[in-house]
């Protein structure tokens, strides 16, 4: 497997807290092709599809995830999408020039919206103001809130002209005996706080693990890919014709042709009048 593009899950045998850590590259540099963010947002981007995938990672049923920012600054609205086979997307869109790079100067005042779709079961959606201008410190906040087990997270990225990196640490106190918990969870906070940023994004997943907590039982779950898969379709931008309406379709049948782009991978999706037409039967 790409060592690269993987998430490993973890368990202190020992100690009442669990774990997990996430590798980005290739499939990150898929998902930023073809798009024209600034650095910053590509930045921020990157440290959301980490953070997706650590939160997609501790859901105990299969489905899918949506982690939103939404602010007042330049950038409006920035998203990624995964599910529970650890494939995502993501986009951002910008409403005015992006002058700084901290999270604060990037999004503004706003939140953190995170929506949990399960395959079977309901929706649910989780909302907090965003925090201490940190991605990290915002996350750690949902979790708290979510599901109220204290929760830490490291997350690292490292934005090349030609390949992107990001990383991503998550301990988390399991739902058992809370003192013990609490306390073992203090002590292997006090060890993933030595790993740096250089270590976290260069070695293996395995390697930061061992070098962490090599004095700890660690039981390691099998590696996880993850990609980057859009999931558009042209039946979906079809679908999403459809609902438009017949009134819509004759507008763009009177233009001659209505082209659908996906905003998370480029795809364009045209149809020319003939087609809408055989769309338009479909009511
Ligand atoms: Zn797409």
Not at 148 to 173: K, N
Not at 202 to 216: D, G, I, N, T, V
Request: proline share 3%.
């Amino acid at each position: 497997m790409n060592q690269s593009d993987q998430l490993l899950r973890f368990l202190f045998r020992e100690r009442d807290v669990r774990g997990e850590v996430v590798k980005v590259s290739a499939s990150l540099d898929a998902m930023l092709a073809g798009h024209q963010y600034p650095q910053p947002v590509k930045q921020l981007l990157a440290e959301l599809v980490a953070a997706t995938s650590l939160l997609t990672a501790t859901l105990k049923f299969e489905g899918q995830i949506a982690v939103q920012l939404q602010g007042d600054g330049p950038v409006r609205f920035i998203a990624v999408n995964g599910n529970h086979q650890q494939q995502f997307r993501g986009v951002a869109r910008l409403q005015k020039e992006v002058q700084g790079d901290s999270f604060a100067e990037l999004i503004g005042q706003g939140y953190l919206l995170v929506t949990i779709t399960p395959t079977q079961g309901e929706r649910y959606q989780g909302i907090i103001p965003l925090v201490n201008d940190s991605l990290t410190a915002t996350l750690e906040a949902y979790f708290n809130q979510s599901e109220q087990l204290p929760t830490r997270l490291y997350l690292h990225t490292d934005i090349g002209a030609e390949h992107c990196q990001a990383a991503g640490l998550l301990l988390q106190v399991l739902p058992v005996d809370a003192e013990k918990s609490r306390a073992d969870f203090a002590d292997l906070e006090i060890l993933a706080d030595t790993l740096t940023r250089e270590e976290l994004l260069q070695l293996a997943p395995e390697e930061s693990l061992y070098r962490l907590f090599h004095q700890e039982v660690v039981e390691l779950f099998p590696a996880q890919s993850v990609q980057f898969v859009c999931g558009c379709s042209r039946e979906k931008s079809e679908a999403a014709i459809v609902s438009l309406g017949t009134e819509a379709i004759d507008e763009h049948i009177a233009e001659g042709k209505l082209d659908i782009s996906c905003e998370y991978c480029n795809t364009l999706y045209h149809f020319d009048a003939a087609q809408l037409r055989l769309l338009k039967q479909n009511f």
